[in-house]
């Protein structure tokens, strides 16, 4: 009867291990969501604002790895969290150094980087250029933007709008009239219809009056660009 019931219990425990590696073994949820943000986070490398999506990568491995010692022969999904792992790492080390490489190595000498934030009238105030702004009149700038979709006027313009935010560029709205610059190239570069960040140098006019443009209400701010990336 003991031999009986040994072998019962031996079987049983054989049964039930072949189930957990092949039947009962739940994907971890959170290895499949650090492999998905890891991937994601490869955009990172594109712009700096989206390294959140491989801090959250490297959160949810770190997650993962920790349930997998909890609970080794209930859930499975290790080389997912390891790759999810690895690329949310590499992203993290990687895209701050190629931006901080680009950021101090792309301004060109003799031009002075600015933003939109010197150029946008403040929140509640009338739509003209600020002080920040009348300050920058004929200096040259080095700044970087959109290109308004309705301002181009072939897939080879010398000539467009530059708006500071994606939402705009790809909506085409009519933004503020401090939100948006005409830009003239002056080199060998031509414009075509983009959902890039461009960057710019050349030399700011600030006008004291609105210019009408096609498409558009019409801009205080003209830049003669040297420089077009």
Same mark, same amino acid.
């Given at each position: 009867?003991? !031999?009986?019931? +040994?072998?019962?219990?031996? =079987?049983?425990?054989?049964?039930?291990?072949?189930l957990d590696e092949?039947? %009962? !073994?739940?994907? +971890?949820?959170?290895?499949? =969501?650090?492999?998905?943000?890891?991937i994601l986070g490869l955009l990172s490398? %594109?712009?700096?604002?989206?390294?959140?999506?491989?801090?959250?990568?490297?959160?949810?491995?770190?997650i993962s790895f920790a349930?997998?010692?909890k609970y080794p022969n209930e859930i499975s999904g290790k080389n997912l969290a390891r790759i999810g792992g690895f690329l949310s790492l590499a992203m993290l080390v990687l895209s701050p150094i190629k931006h901080a490489y680009v950021y101090y190595t792309e301004l060109p000498d003799g031009?002075?980087?600015?933003?939109?934030a010197a150029l946008k009238s403040p929140v509640g105030a009338p739509d003209v250029p600020p002080q920040t702004?009348?300050?920058?009149?004929?200096?040259?700038?080095?700044?970087?933007?959109?290109?308004?979709?309705?301002?181009?006027s072939s897939n080879?313009?010398?000539?467009?709008v530059l708006v500071p935010d994606w939402a705009t560029c790809c909506f085409g709205q009519q933004p503020p009239l401090t939100h948006m610059i005409e830009v003239r190239l002056t080199g060998d570069e031509f414009a075509s219809k983009s959902l890039r960040r461009h960057s710019l140098a050349g030399t700011l006019s600030v006008r004291p009056y609105m210019k009408p443009v096609d498409g558009l209400q019409g801009v205080?701010?003209?830049?003669?660009?040297?420089?077009?990336?």
């Open positions: 009867m003991s !031999t009986a019931s +040994s072998q019962i219990e031996s =079987l049983d425990q054989s049964s039930s291990a072949y092949y039947g %009962y !073994t739940s994907l +971890s949820r959170s290895a499949v =969501l650090s492999l998905v943000f890891g490398w %594109y712009s700096p604002l989206l390294l959140f999506l491989s801090i959250m990568g490297g959160v949810f491995a770190m349930n997998f010692k031009y002075e980087r600015i933003s939109f702004a009348l300050e920058l009149d004929g200096k040259r700038v080095f700044l970087k933007g959109y290109i308004h979709p309705t301002s181009l080879a313009a010398k000539t467009f205080y701010y003209e830049l003669e660009a040297d420089h077009f990336k």
